[in-house]
């Protein structure tokens, strides 16, 4: 895959974060272009970063999320991919270091492990 590729998904996959009108504050176009393609830098794969990006979004979109909520998924999911590859692991330690308290650090424990079921992804 060339540059050119590579940049045509960025901005693809950042047109799909505009176009989705999320509540809240709206994260800039620029840090939208950077998360995207840190994403893609870490996973190395054109499929695999529109899978996660997609997974990410439409969860955010189904539970009424914001971006700052997309933003911080991103960064999770990039987190999880160099845990050694292991998901369940990187789930496990984040909700082990979490700010978040109680019901809340569930809740999103839970919304992580159902972003790549079948019945979230479309």
């Known amino acids: 895959m060339n540059s050119e590729d590579y940049k045509e998904l960025i901005l693809e ?3 799909e974060w505009a176009r989705a009108r999320l509540p809240g504050k709206r994260i800039s176009y620029g840090n939208c272009i950077e998360l995207i393609a840190e994403l ?3 996973t190395r794969d054109r499929d695999r970063t529109r ?3 997609m997974a990410v979004l439409s969860q955010a979109i189904d539970l009424d999320k914001t971006s700052a909520w997309v ?3 991103l960064f999770f999911e990039v ?3 160099t845990f ?3 998901r369940e692991d990187a789930l496990k330690y984040d ?3 979490t700010k978040i308290v109680g019901d809340q650090a569930l809740d999103l424990y839970n919304e992580r492990r159902k972003r790549f079921s079948h019945d979230n992804l479309g």
């Open 51 to 53: 899978e996660i990006f």
């Open 95 to 97: 909700l082990k270091l």
């Open 71 to 73: 933003e911080n998924e």
């Open 13 to 15: 996959l950042a047109y």
């Open 84 to 86: 050694d590859g292991n």
């Open 40 to 42: 893609l830098l870490i």
């Open 79 to 81: 987190m999880a991919i």
